[in-house]
Structure formats: C-alpha cells, structure tokens
Nanobody, 127 residues
Framework: VQLQASGGGLVQAGGSLRLSCAAS????????MGWFRQAPGKEREFVAA????????DYADSMRGRFTISRDNVKNTLYLQMNGLKPEDTAVYYC?????????????????????WGQGTLVTVSS
C-alpha cells in the first residue's frame, strides 16, 4: 500500500489541524494504521494507532485528549485531528500501515511494527 500524508502547516499555539493520509494500492481496510512524529534532533515517536475496523484506538499519553485518530475505509483515508496544539508538537508527522490483519496492542506503539510509511507532513506550532 502507498501512503501520502497531507494537511500540515503553520498554526498558533492552541490552534487545530487535521492531517490526512491517503492510501492507494492494496485494500486499506485490512491494515492497522498509525501516526508517528519526529521533531528536529529527536527520535521518531508514537502518536496514535487505530484498528482496521476503526473500533480500537490507542494514543501516546501526551496526545490523549487532544488528538483523535480516525479512518474512512470507503475513502481509503486515515486522519489525525489535532486540537490544543503546543509548540512542542512541532514535528514531521508520518502515517504508517502495519501488516495485514493485525490488532492494536503494545507492539503498535513501536515503529518497527509498521511496514509501509508515508512521506511525512510538517506541522509547525508557533508560540
């Protein structure tokens, strides 16, 4: 599956953005999907994951309550709604797809679980 992330940009602290990740190729609905981010000089970190049905989600503690991951299996698109953005949320955000027919669990917080990656979209939050 090929992934293309979009929706990044410059936003003031406290603002909102919605990222999208369009999938093409193989059946999108069969994949656990995740969002990761990488700030300058830092390692890539887990943001959120969602089951292939959309019924199960998982968030990093610092994003829980501010970010919402969702998917539309008809439109083959993954979303990340980000509210209450902070300057420390500034990073390149990546979407990723895991192996087919897997479930959300502790391993879906690990970037090595994911097989397919999008190119990333830059989010900059100004103070």
């Amino acid at each position: 599956v090929q992934l293309q992330a979009s929706g990044g940009g410059l936003v003031q602290a406290g603002g909102s953005l919605r990222l999208s990740c369009a999938a093409s190729g193989r059946t999108f609905s069969g994949y656990v999907m995740g969002w990761f981010r990488q700030a300058p000089g830092k390692e890539r970190e887990f943001v959120a994951a969602i089951s292939w049905t959309g019924g199960v989600t998982d968030y990093a503690d610092s994003m829980r309550g501010r970010f919402t991951i969702s998917r539309d299996n008809v439109k083959n698109t993954l979303y990340l709604q980000m509210n209450g953005l902070k300057p420390e949320d500034t990073a390149v955000y990546y979407c990723a797809a895991g192996p087919l027919r897997t479930v959300v669990g502790s391993n879906t917080r690990d970037s090595s679980f994911y097989v397919h990656w999008g190119q990333g979209t830059l989010v900059t939050v100004s103070s």
